[in-house]
Protein backbone atom coordinates (compact mmCIF):
# COMPACT_ATOMS: atom_id res chain seq x y z
CA UNK A 1 0.00 0.00 0.00
CA UNK A 2 1.23 3.57 -0.98
CA UNK A 3 1.23 5.64 2.42
CA UNK A 4 4.92 5.79 3.06
CA UNK A 5 4.64 8.52 5.93
CA UNK A 6 2.91 7.88 9.23
CA UNK A 7 0.61 11.13 10.33
CA UNK A 8 0.05 11.75 14.50
CA UNK A 9 -3.43 12.84 14.92
CA UNK A 10 -2.12 15.75 16.70
CA UNK A 11 -0.06 16.80 13.95
CA UNK A 12 -2.71 16.22 11.17
CA UNK A 13 -4.63 18.65 13.45
CA UNK A 14 -2.49 21.33 14.12
CA UNK A 15 -1.70 21.45 9.94
CA UNK A 16 -5.71 21.41 9.77
CA UNK A 17 -6.07 24.30 12.29
CA UNK A 18 -4.59 26.95 9.60
CA UNK A 19 -7.94 25.75 7.31
CA UNK A 20 -11.39 26.81 8.03
CA UNK A 21 -12.73 23.21 7.66
CA UNK A 22 -13.84 22.67 11.20
CA UNK A 23 -12.41 19.91 13.80
CA UNK A 24 -10.65 16.29 12.46
CA UNK A 25 -13.25 13.76 12.97
CA UNK A 26 -11.53 10.75 11.46
CA UNK A 27 -8.95 9.79 8.76
CA UNK A 28 -6.87 7.08 6.74
CA UNK A 29 -4.57 6.09 4.26
CA UNK A 30 -5.57 5.59 0.89
CA UNK A 31 -3.86 2.17 -0.57
CA UNK A 32 -4.25 3.11 -4.20
CA UNK A 33 -1.00 5.12 -5.91
CA UNK A 34 2.26 5.21 -5.75
CA UNK A 35 3.97 8.28 -5.92
CA UNK A 36 2.61 10.17 -3.14
CA UNK A 37 0.81 8.93 0.25
CA UNK A 38 -2.48 10.19 0.34
CA UNK A 39 -4.94 10.29 3.06
CA UNK A 40 -8.90 10.44 3.59
CA UNK A 41 -9.59 13.18 5.55
CA UNK A 42 -13.09 13.97 7.48
CA UNK A 43 -13.81 17.12 9.48
CA UNK A 44 -16.64 18.71 10.68
CA UNK A 45 -16.57 20.88 7.67
CA UNK A 46 -16.72 18.01 5.00
CA UNK A 47 -14.19 15.10 3.56
CA UNK A 48 -10.88 16.09 1.84
CA UNK A 49 -7.99 14.60 0.52
CA UNK A 50 -4.81 14.70 2.21
CA UNK A 51 -1.66 14.64 -0.19
CA UNK A 52 2.24 14.21 1.27
CA UNK A 53 4.53 14.77 -1.39
CA UNK A 54 7.27 11.89 -1.43
CA UNK A 55 11.06 11.78 -2.32
CA UNK A 56 9.75 11.18 -6.17
CA UNK A 57 8.44 14.84 -6.90
CA UNK A 58 10.38 17.29 -6.97
CA UNK A 59 9.46 20.07 -4.68
CA UNK A 60 10.40 22.99 -7.25
CA UNK A 61 7.62 21.57 -9.37
CA UNK A 62 5.08 22.08 -6.66
CA UNK A 63 3.92 25.22 -7.41
CA UNK A 64 2.73 24.08 -10.81
CA UNK A 65 0.68 21.51 -10.23
CA UNK A 66 -1.04 23.45 -7.28
CA UNK A 67 -1.35 26.52 -9.86
CA UNK A 68 -2.59 24.13 -12.56
CA UNK A 69 -5.03 22.70 -10.42
CA UNK A 70 -6.64 26.14 -9.20
CA UNK A 71 -6.27 27.36 -12.79
CA UNK A 72 -8.33 24.29 -13.99
CA UNK A 73 -11.06 23.95 -11.46
CA UNK A 74 -11.33 28.08 -11.88
CA UNK A 75 -12.55 27.42 -15.45
CA UNK A 76 -14.83 25.16 -14.45
CA UNK A 77 -13.06 21.17 -15.08
CA UNK A 78 -13.47 18.44 -12.57
CA UNK A 79 -10.60 18.04 -10.48
CA UNK A 80 -9.01 17.97 -6.99
CA UNK A 81 -9.13 21.94 -5.74
CA UNK A 82 -6.14 23.05 -3.40
CA UNK A 83 -8.15 24.17 -0.31
CA UNK A 84 -7.20 27.71 0.47
CA UNK A 85 -5.58 28.07 4.09
CA UNK A 86 -6.38 31.30 5.99
CA UNK A 87 -2.37 32.16 5.48
CA UNK A 88 -2.59 31.59 1.46
CA UNK A 89 -0.13 29.35 1.73
CA UNK A 90 -2.25 26.23 0.31
CA UNK A 91 1.21 23.98 0.47
CA UNK A 92 2.49 23.42 3.90
CA UNK A 93 4.30 21.00 5.86
CA UNK A 94 3.31 17.91 7.33
CA UNK A 95 5.26 15.32 8.69
CA UNK A 96 8.01 16.42 7.35
CA UNK A 97 6.71 16.34 3.91
CA UNK A 98 5.11 18.94 1.87
CA UNK A 99 1.81 18.91 2.21
CA UNK A 100 -1.93 19.99 0.47
CA UNK A 101 -5.36 19.40 1.44
CA UNK A 102 -7.85 18.95 -1.55
CA UNK A 103 -11.29 18.38 -2.07
CA UNK A 104 -12.63 15.32 -2.50
CA UNK A 105 -14.07 14.39 -5.81
CA UNK A 106 -17.24 11.78 -5.73
CA UNK A 107 -17.01 8.77 -8.42
CA UNK A 108 -14.75 5.51 -9.11
CA UNK A 109 -12.38 4.63 -11.73
CA UNK A 110 -13.35 1.71 -13.85
CA UNK A 111 -11.77 -1.30 -14.32
CA UNK A 112 -13.81 -2.14 -17.16
CA UNK A 113 -13.47 0.98 -19.89
CA UNK A 114 -16.31 0.76 -23.01
CA UNK A 115 -16.01 2.67 -26.37
CA UNK A 116 -18.60 5.38 -24.29
CA UNK A 117 -15.69 5.86 -21.84
CA UNK A 118 -13.36 6.07 -24.39
CA UNK A 119 -15.60 9.26 -25.75
CA UNK A 120 -15.80 10.69 -22.72
CA UNK A 121 -12.47 10.40 -21.88
CA UNK A 122 -11.13 12.20 -25.20
CA UNK A 123 -13.88 14.77 -24.93
CA UNK A 124 -11.89 15.49 -21.43
CA UNK A 125 -8.74 15.52 -22.28
CA UNK A 126 -9.54 17.77 -24.87
CA UNK A 127 -11.25 20.50 -22.35
CA UNK A 128 -8.25 19.99 -20.43
CA UNK A 129 -6.22 21.16 -22.78
CA UNK A 130 -8.31 23.88 -23.94
CA UNK A 131 -8.64 25.10 -20.43
CA UNK A 132 -4.78 24.82 -19.91
CA UNK A 133 -3.91 27.23 -22.75
CA UNK A 134 -3.52 30.18 -20.93
CA UNK A 135 -1.87 28.46 -17.98
CA UNK A 136 0.98 30.81 -17.32
CA UNK A 137 3.31 28.75 -16.02
CA UNK A 138 5.28 26.05 -17.23
CA UNK A 139 7.03 22.55 -17.04
CA UNK A 140 9.60 20.58 -19.35
CA UNK A 141 8.74 16.86 -19.77
CA UNK A 142 11.51 14.84 -18.05
CA UNK A 143 10.02 11.93 -19.47
CA UNK A 144 9.97 13.08 -23.33
CA UNK A 145 11.86 11.57 -25.80
CA UNK A 146 14.99 13.53 -24.51
CA UNK A 147 14.47 11.85 -21.33
CA UNK A 148 14.00 7.70 -22.31
CA UNK A 149 17.81 7.53 -23.61
CA UNK A 150 18.74 8.54 -19.62
CA UNK A 151 15.45 6.19 -18.30
CA UNK A 152 17.22 3.33 -20.74
CA UNK A 153 20.87 3.44 -19.85
CA UNK A 154 19.65 3.15 -15.72
CA UNK A 155 18.20 -0.42 -17.18
CA UNK A 156 21.84 -1.65 -18.04
CA UNK A 157 21.84 -4.91 -19.43
CA UNK A 158 18.95 -6.52 -17.16
CA UNK A 159 16.21 -5.62 -19.89
CA UNK A 160 17.08 -8.84 -21.37
CA UNK A 161 16.35 -10.62 -18.42
CA UNK A 162 12.79 -9.34 -18.41
CA UNK A 163 12.16 -10.63 -22.03
CA UNK A 164 14.46 -12.20 -24.55
CA UNK A 165 15.87 -9.96 -26.87
CA UNK A 166 14.47 -6.60 -25.42
CA UNK A 167 17.90 -4.58 -25.18
CA UNK A 168 17.98 -4.83 -28.74
CA UNK A 169 14.70 -4.34 -29.23
CA UNK A 170 14.54 -0.93 -26.78
CA UNK A 171 17.69 0.19 -28.56
CA UNK A 172 16.60 -0.22 -32.26
CA UNK A 173 12.95 1.79 -31.36
CA UNK A 174 14.39 4.57 -29.38
CA UNK A 175 16.76 5.71 -32.07
CA UNK A 176 13.85 5.43 -34.89
CA UNK A 177 12.11 7.89 -32.37
CA UNK A 178 15.20 10.12 -31.86
CA UNK A 179 15.41 10.53 -35.29
CA UNK A 180 12.12 11.12 -36.29
CA UNK A 181 9.93 12.70 -32.79
CA UNK A 182 8.49 15.67 -34.34
CA UNK A 183 9.02 19.24 -33.37
CA UNK A 184 6.01 21.04 -35.42
CA UNK A 185 2.56 19.95 -33.71
CA UNK A 186 0.89 22.30 -31.39
CA UNK A 187 1.86 22.48 -27.52
CA UNK A 188 0.48 22.85 -24.49
CA UNK A 189 0.00 21.25 -20.75
CA UNK A 190 -0.70 17.55 -20.93
CA UNK A 191 -1.81 15.58 -18.20
CA UNK A 192 0.25 13.03 -19.32
CA UNK A 193 -0.59 9.93 -17.12
CA UNK A 194 -4.11 10.16 -17.41
CA UNK A 195 -4.91 5.89 -16.98
CA UNK A 196 -8.32 4.64 -16.09
CA UNK A 197 -7.28 4.89 -12.49
CA UNK A 198 -6.96 8.86 -12.67
CA UNK A 199 -10.23 9.28 -14.42
CA UNK A 200 -13.56 9.12 -11.66
CA UNK A 201 -17.24 7.73 -13.15
CA UNK A 202 -20.44 8.46 -11.43
CA UNK A 203 -23.52 7.37 -12.10
CA UNK A 204 -22.30 6.63 -15.40
CA UNK A 205 -20.44 10.36 -16.52
CA UNK A 206 -17.30 11.11 -16.41
CA UNK A 207 -17.24 12.95 -12.61
CA UNK A 208 -13.58 13.90 -12.81
CA UNK A 209 -9.98 14.00 -13.14
CA UNK A 210 -6.93 13.59 -10.54
CA UNK A 211 -2.86 12.71 -10.55
CA UNK A 212 -1.72 15.67 -12.46
CA UNK A 213 1.52 15.01 -10.88
CA UNK A 214 2.99 14.61 -14.40
CA UNK A 215 1.59 17.36 -16.16
CA UNK A 216 3.61 19.04 -17.89
CA UNK A 217 4.25 20.97 -21.11
CA UNK A 218 4.38 18.82 -24.14
CA UNK A 219 2.74 18.27 -28.03
CA UNK A 220 -0.78 17.90 -27.19
CA UNK A 221 -1.61 14.99 -28.84
CA UNK A 222 1.27 13.23 -27.44
CA UNK A 223 -1.50 12.89 -24.53
CA UNK A 224 -4.72 11.12 -26.84
CA UNK A 225 -1.39 9.03 -28.05
CA UNK A 226 -1.00 7.85 -24.04
CA UNK A 227 -4.65 7.72 -23.83
CA UNK A 228 -5.09 5.34 -26.72
CA UNK A 229 -2.71 3.23 -24.99
CA UNK A 230 -4.10 3.10 -21.51
CA UNK A 231 -7.11 2.93 -22.10
CA UNK A 232 -7.74 1.33 -25.98
CA UNK A 233 -6.53 -2.46 -25.41
CA UNK A 234 -8.09 -5.37 -24.12
CA UNK A 235 -6.72 -7.71 -21.52
CA UNK A 236 -5.76 -10.14 -24.37
CA UNK A 237 -3.46 -7.12 -25.58
CA UNK A 238 -5.86 -6.47 -28.51
CA UNK A 239 -6.21 -3.15 -29.96
CA UNK A 240 -10.33 -2.37 -29.91
CA UNK A 241 -11.00 -0.28 -32.99
CA UNK A 242 -14.11 0.71 -31.64
CA UNK A 243 -12.87 2.27 -28.60
CA UNK A 244 -10.23 3.67 -30.47
CA UNK A 245 -12.36 5.59 -32.56
CA UNK A 246 -14.71 6.77 -29.70
CA UNK A 247 -11.88 8.11 -28.07
CA UNK A 248 -10.15 9.93 -31.02
CA UNK A 249 -13.90 11.19 -32.37
CA UNK A 250 -14.58 12.37 -28.12
CA UNK A 251 -11.08 14.52 -28.63
CA UNK A 252 -11.84 15.77 -32.46
CA UNK A 253 -15.85 16.78 -31.51
CA UNK A 254 -14.07 19.02 -28.85
CA UNK A 255 -10.63 19.76 -30.34
CA UNK A 256 -10.52 19.65 -33.91
CA UNK A 257 -7.34 17.66 -34.88
CA UNK A 258 -5.10 18.49 -38.10
CA UNK A 259 -4.14 16.54 -40.44
CA UNK A 260 -0.43 16.55 -39.17
CA UNK A 261 -1.97 15.73 -35.88
CA UNK A 262 -3.48 12.63 -36.84
CA UNK A 263 -0.31 11.92 -39.32
CA UNK A 264 1.58 11.53 -36.35
CA UNK A 265 -0.79 9.92 -33.73
CA UNK A 266 0.99 6.27 -34.88
CA UNK A 267 4.23 7.86 -34.13
CA UNK A 268 3.42 9.18 -30.92
CA UNK A 269 1.92 6.20 -29.93
CA UNK A 270 4.81 4.06 -30.35
CA UNK A 271 6.65 6.64 -28.15
CA UNK A 272 4.04 6.95 -25.51
CA UNK A 273 3.84 2.77 -25.23
CA UNK A 274 7.78 3.27 -24.80
CA UNK A 275 7.58 5.82 -22.21
CA UNK A 276 5.53 3.38 -20.12
CA UNK A 277 7.55 0.49 -21.00
CA UNK A 278 10.86 2.15 -20.18
CA UNK A 279 8.85 3.41 -16.69
CA UNK A 280 8.10 0.50 -16.09
CA UNK A 281 11.40 -1.69 -16.74
CA UNK A 282 13.24 0.96 -14.75
CA UNK A 283 11.49 0.17 -11.92
CA UNK A 284 10.93 -3.41 -12.50
CA UNK A 285 15.01 -3.57 -11.87
CA UNK A 286 15.49 -0.81 -9.10
CA UNK A 287 12.09 -1.24 -6.95
CA UNK A 288 13.06 -4.28 -4.25
CA UNK A 289 10.63 -7.36 -4.45
CA UNK A 290 10.47 -7.12 -0.67
CA UNK A 291 8.70 -3.06 -1.65
CA UNK A 292 5.03 -2.51 -0.72
CA UNK A 293 4.65 -1.27 -4.21
CA UNK A 294 3.21 -3.52 -6.79
CA UNK A 295 5.13 -3.01 -9.71
CA UNK A 296 3.81 -2.80 -13.22
CA UNK A 297 4.23 -5.64 -15.76
CA UNK A 298 6.70 -3.64 -18.68
CA UNK A 299 5.75 -6.33 -20.66
CA UNK A 300 2.31 -5.06 -21.01
CA UNK A 301 3.77 -1.99 -23.01
CA UNK A 302 5.95 -3.71 -24.78
CA UNK A 303 3.19 -5.49 -26.72
CA UNK A 304 1.48 -2.12 -27.08
CA UNK A 305 4.40 -0.85 -28.41
CA UNK A 306 5.01 -3.68 -30.98
CA UNK A 307 1.53 -3.14 -32.34
CA UNK A 308 1.83 0.77 -32.65
CA UNK A 309 4.99 -0.51 -34.82
CA UNK A 310 2.26 -2.13 -37.26
CA UNK A 311 0.02 0.47 -37.63
CA UNK A 312 -0.19 3.01 -40.94
CA UNK A 313 -2.41 5.66 -40.19
CA UNK A 314 -5.09 6.73 -37.95
CA UNK A 315 -7.80 4.76 -39.63
CA UNK A 316 -5.93 1.54 -37.72
CA UNK A 317 -7.51 2.85 -34.67
CA UNK A 318 -10.68 3.26 -36.10
CA UNK A 319 -11.01 6.88 -37.03
CA UNK A 320 -11.73 8.88 -40.13
CA UNK A 321 -12.33 12.50 -40.39
CA UNK A 322 -15.75 13.62 -41.03
CA UNK A 323 -15.17 14.25 -44.72
CA UNK A 324 -12.83 12.32 -45.46
CA UNK A 325 -13.03 9.78 -48.40
CA UNK A 326 -13.51 6.39 -47.30
N1 LIG B 1 -9.43 14.57 -4.98
C1 LIG B 1 -9.67 13.27 -4.80
N2 LIG B 1 -10.93 12.85 -4.55
C2 LIG B 1 -11.19 11.55 -4.30
N3 LIG B 1 -10.25 10.59 -4.24
C3 LIG B 1 -8.98 10.94 -4.49
C4 LIG B 1 -8.61 12.29 -4.80
N4 LIG B 1 -7.28 12.34 -4.98
C5 LIG B 1 -6.83 11.09 -4.80
N5 LIG B 1 -7.83 10.24 -4.50
C6 LIG B 1 -7.72 8.80 -4.20
O1 LIG B 1 -6.37 8.51 -3.89
C7 LIG B 1 -5.84 7.53 -4.79
C8 LIG B 1 -4.39 7.84 -5.11
O2 LIG B 1 -4.31 9.15 -5.70
P1 LIG B 1 -3.26 9.47 -6.83
O3 LIG B 1 -3.54 8.61 -8.03
O4 LIG B 1 -3.23 10.94 -7.04
O5 LIG B 1 -1.92 9.02 -6.10
P2 LIG B 1 -0.47 8.83 -6.64
O6 LIG B 1 0.32 8.18 -5.55
O7 LIG B 1 0.05 10.15 -7.14
O8 LIG B 1 -0.79 7.82 -7.80
P3 LIG B 1 -0.04 7.25 -9.09
O9 LIG B 1 0.73 6.13 -8.60
O10 LIG B 1 -1.23 6.80 -9.95
O11 LIG B 1 0.76 8.35 -9.70
C9 LIG B 1 -6.76 7.56 -5.97
O12 LIG B 1 -6.84 6.33 -6.65
C10 LIG B 1 -8.11 7.91 -5.33
O13 LIG B 1 -8.70 6.75 -4.81
N1 LIG C 1 0.33 5.05 -15.21
C1 LIG C 1 1.67 4.56 -15.00
C2 LIG C 1 2.08 4.61 -13.55
C3 LIG C 1 2.43 6.01 -13.05
O1 LIG C 1 1.33 6.73 -12.68
C4 LIG C 1 1.77 3.11 -15.51
O2 LIG C 1 0.75 2.45 -15.65
O3 LIG C 1 2.89 2.67 -15.76
Known sequence: MAVYTDVLEGDLAAFLSR??????????????GVENSNFLVRTEGGTFILTLYEKRVDRADLPFFIGLLEHLAARGLSCPLPVQPRDGRTLGELAGRPAALFTFLEGMWTRRPAADHCRDVGRA?????????????????ALSVAG??????GCGAEADKVSDGLNAEIAAELAH??????????????????????????RGELSGLIDFYFACNDILVYDL????????FELDGAFNVTKGRAMIEGYDGARP???????????LARGASLRFLLTRLYDWIHIPDTSFVTKKDPREYLRKNRFHRGVASVADYGFQKRGAAA
Open 19 to 32: YDVGRLLSYKGIAE
Open 177 to 202: LEANWPSDLPRGVIHADLFPDNVFFL
Open 125 to 141: LADLHAKSADFAMSRAN
Open 148 to 153: WRPLFR
Open 257 to 267: LSDAELAALPL
Open 225 to 232: AICLCAWC
